[in-house]
């Protein structure tokens, strides 16, 4: 099993893309795995036969272990970066499988390699084979199997609320102004790059300048200290058909309405598709998802591990407000942060949210897109 750094100790075999007695080229993909990052595609580090599979589908085991055997009369080199298809965005940097023992220079017959460390892991908890899922009914209840993607989401989401005290707030935001500005350019936009125009760049655009106002809320818990991030990489959570991907806009301050727009473009089709790379999903400090895109009003997101707070964007709706003693129809839209209370208190997180209201409700037609 390729290490994929530090913080990943164990992976999960989803699918073998080859069999015992297959021929495999060096950089074929071999197999997918699953870990709490990323699910990976694993290309094979030699050319050769595949000989055996040692751990199966559905068995995990620790990083470092054996999980396939090729009998290759070449030396292993490095691979090259894996394709990732799912992730949270504080993936590792991408594995390189480490060559074998060298084969002396007298020998005359192939040697087997272990897809596995030059030398031997550490040892760990025993591996011990899992069958592969499967669904059943029984009586009048019907059991679906848990994918493995499925299970590493589910344990993400109990290690951040075992983890991390949430709290959480919301805000109601007046967009009229956005969604006049939005509705007058959406069809040039979409003319001239060949995108859609929606309110979640302008969101990201606001929570990008409302972190800088606010830096506690673009960081991290460390036990004895606090982790202020320099760097704004905002996570856009995506619905995948494998389960829900968090891929990451890297210094997302630094980009106009235009270049969110085709950062979230690519970012959301490259996950739906399982085209996503390691980086794709590295390095995020803070994490927005589009829950109004499911016809949310309001939502209590779980934050994304190790983060220091989450947003969410709920619908777009037109409602009555008060306006000057009046009452008016408006475009509104409601903010939802929750906040690691470690870090941040009603203070903190109230600031942010106010900072990002401020930067929506601010919106006109002068403001620029590009």
């Excluded at 005359?108 to 009914?137: D, R």
């Excluded at 029984?138 to 994918?147: N, S, V």
Aim: glycine letters at 6%.
């Amino acid at each position: 099993m390729p290490h994929v750094g530090e913080s990943v100790v164990e992976g999960t075999i989803g699918k073998w893309l080859k069999q015992p007695g297959d021929r495999v080229e060096r950089f074929d993909p071999l197999v997918e795995v699953v870990t709490d990052k990323v699910t990976m595609e694993v290309p094979s580090p030699v050319a050769g036969q595949l000989l055996r599979i040692i751990a199966t589908e559905g068995e995990t085991v620790p990083m470092g272990a054996a999980i396939a055997e090729v009998e290759t009369d070449e030396r292993a080199t490095p691979a090259p970066a894996v394709q990732a298809a799912a992730a949270s965005p504080t993936a590792p940097p991408a594995p390189v499988p480490p060559p074998p023992p060298a084969t002396p220079a007298t020998s005359t017959t192939p040697m087997s390699y272990l897809i596995t460390n030059a030398q031997p892991p550490a040892a760990g908890p025993a591996t011990v084979p899992v069958p592969a899922p499967v669904s059943e009914t029984i009586a009048d209840e019907e059991r679906l199997a848990i994918t493995p993607v499925r299970r590493m989401i589910a344990e993400a989401m109990v290690r951040s609320a075992s983890q991390i005290p949430h709290a959480w707030s919301m805000v109601e935001v007046d967009i009229n102004e956005l969604v006049a500005l939005r509705n007058r350019e959406r069809h040039a936009f979409r003319q001239r790059e060949g995108i859609n125009l929606t309110y979640l760049p302008f969101a990201l655009k606001a929570v990008a300048g409302a972190l800088k106002d606010n830096p506690t809320l673009n960081a991290s818990w460390g036990d004895d200290h606090i982790v202020l991030k320099r760097r704004i990489n905002l996570g856009i959570a995506v619905a995948a058909p494998t389960g829900l991907v968090v891929p990451v806009i890297h210094d997302a301050d630094r980009l106009s309405i235009a270049g969110l727009a085709h950062a979230i473009d690519d970012l959301a089709g490259r996950a739906r598709s399982g085209a996503l790379r390691l980086e794709d999903v590295q390095g995020g400090t803070f994490t927005v998802n589009n829950t109004g895109a499911l016809g949310s009003s309001i939502s209590g997101p779980i934050i994304n591990h190790p983060q220091a707070g989450i947003l969410t964007t709920e619908a777009v709706q037109q409602r009555p407000v008060v306006i000057n003693d009046a009452i008016a129809i408006r475009w509104m839209m409601n903010l939802c942060l929750s906040f690691d209370h470690r870090i941040n208190d009603g203070e903190e997180s109230g600031a942010f949210l106010q900072s990002v209201k401020r930067r929506l409700e601010a919106v006109d037609g002068d403001t620029p897109i590009y």
